[in-house]
Nanobody, 123 residues
Framework: QVQLVESGGGLVQAGGSLRLSCAASGRAFSNYAVGWFRQAPGKEREFVAAVSWFVGNTYYEDSVKGRFTISRDNAKNTVYLQMNSLKPEDTAVYYC????????????????WGQGTQVTVSS
């Protein structure tokens, strides 16, 4: 079992920044890829970014490339999502999740999920 807790969400103006954190406990965290997903009201949950285990390869959804950065600190069992140049369309509940399967961009591959943190970007 892996338990995940997100934090760092909030209200920010367009163009601003937020850093989300995903703290993990339980099984060897470094053995899992971790992804960030988001779900806006009335929309399906979608992939945002992921970082693989061991090597730490990163993957991004096209609309966040160049604005968001995912990173992991295995010593702290924490994954971060630095979000810059935020837009109103980034408004959603953001979830982190963990998996030992591929592809890491597919939410159906993820076993463990956090409870989510709200990000609201005002125009």
């Amino acid at each position: 079992q892996v338990q995940l807790v997100e934090s760092g969400g909030g209200l920010v103006q367009a163009g601003g920044s937020l850093r989300l954190s995903c703290a993990a406990s339980g099984r060897a965290f470094s053995n899992y890829a971790v992804g960030w997903f988001r779900q806006a009201p009335g929309k399906e949950r979608e992939f945002v970014a992921a970082v693989s285990w061991f090597v730490g390869n990163t993957y991004y959804e096209d609309s966040v490339k160049g604005r968001f950065t995912i990173s992991r600190d295995n010593a702290k069992n924490t994954v971060y999502l630095q979000m810059n140049s935020l837009k109103p369309e980034d408004t959603a509940v953001y979830y982190c999740a963990a998996t030992d399967r591929v592809p890491v961009t597919d939410l159906r591959r993820y076993h463990y999920w956090g409870q989510g943190t709200q990000v609201t970007v005002s125009s």
